[in-house]
């Protein structure tokens, strides 16, 4: 690796590392090269990017005390908030650097995705993105069948939260970085696939590899319940309501004041989340 794109990796590592994340460098090129111009990053090819994905680590390192602080927002989605507040301090931390953070829940005007997280994720390296292009005659006809990454420690037990591109500075050495291919075989695939596409609720898919770590109980009772609850699961009200106490299942400190699949088979590296319609979370 590049001495600096070592430099600014493992000053970006620095600020999100011990928050449960991870890190991992890109030329915006290679994620031009897999998709139509509307879903290009407007910047030159070689300009140096990080993905920031998610590991279980995350909720007790980040979204706890995050909750716990002053700067939680009604309204918005918890989670959001402590990956946005997360990524702002990468900002901060390079402040002689002009930098572009772009969520992965982040979408234009017209509803197209900013970024295309499990795209960014594959070409990164950081984990390996199946799509039914994947499977050698798959059995699916004509049945729609989204895709998913598989990490290679985590399994599915992770979530791509954005990426971070760094304008003006160019890395066209910077050797790619291939994605484990941890699910190697065709029926692995086609189990994968089949458990993600129609039995996403049991989260098996999710142990498609032995993960080093999975979510907690407490966790995987946060991302199933449907966003529009999560406020009051979590003991949380708006100004206008009464404050509540949070479950004894779930000790979070009481404060008083997402994700669509590829769109056609043809077109399958345009799958925005990770995770299919009406999924558990990521």
């Known amino acids: 690796m590049e001495p600096k794109v070592a430099e600014l990796k493992q000053k970006i590592e620095d600020t999100l590392c011990p928050f ?12 031009n090269e897999l998709l139509p111009p509307a879903f290009h990053l407007l910047l030159p090819g ?18 706890k005390p995050f909750l716990q602080s002053c ?6 989605d918890p989670v959001d908030q402590c990956v946005a507040y997360h990524l702002g301090r990468v900002r901060e931390s390079l402040p002689e650097l002009q930098i572009e953070v772009i969520a992965d829940y982040e979408v234009h005007p017209n509803r197209r995705p900013k970024i295309l997280a499990q795209t960014a994720a594959h070409v990164a ?18 049945q729609h069948i989204s895709g998913v990454c598989i990490h290679p420690q985590f399994g599915g037990w992770f979530a791509i939260r954005g990426v971070v591109l760094l304008p003006g500075i160019e890395v066209p050495d910077l050797p790619p970085r291939k994605p484990h ?5 065709r029926a692995a695939r086609i189990a994968l696939l089949e458990g993600f596409n129609f039995h996403w609720r049991d989260w098996t898919y999710r142990d498609a590899v032995t993960p080093q770590e999975r979510y907690s109980e407490e966790q995987k009772a946060y991302f199933s319940t449907p966003p529009a609850q999560r406020l009051a699961l979590l003991g ?18 009481t404060h008083t004041p997402k994700k669509p699949g590829n ?3 043809a077109r399958s590296w345009l799958s925005p989340r990770v995770s299919p319609p009406a999924s558990p979370g990521p």
Do not use: I
């Open 71 to 76: 700067h939680l927002r009604m309204l918005t």
């Open 46 to 63: 070689p300009t140096l990017a990080f993905l920031v994905l998610s590991t279980p680590a995350m909720f007790d390192q980040a979204l």
């Open 263 to 265: 769109p056609s088979r």
């Open 20 to 31: 449960g994340f991870e890190v991992y460098p890109f030329q915006v090129a290679w994620y």
């Open 125 to 142: 390296g950081a984990a390996y993105y199946y799509q039914r292009q994947d499977v050698e005659a798959d059995p699916w006809g004509n």
């Open 181 to 185: 291919d941890c699910v190697p075989t």
């Open 236 to 253: 949380l009200v708006q100004p206008s309501e009464k404050p509540s106490s949070p479950s004894p299942d779930f000790p979070f400190t």
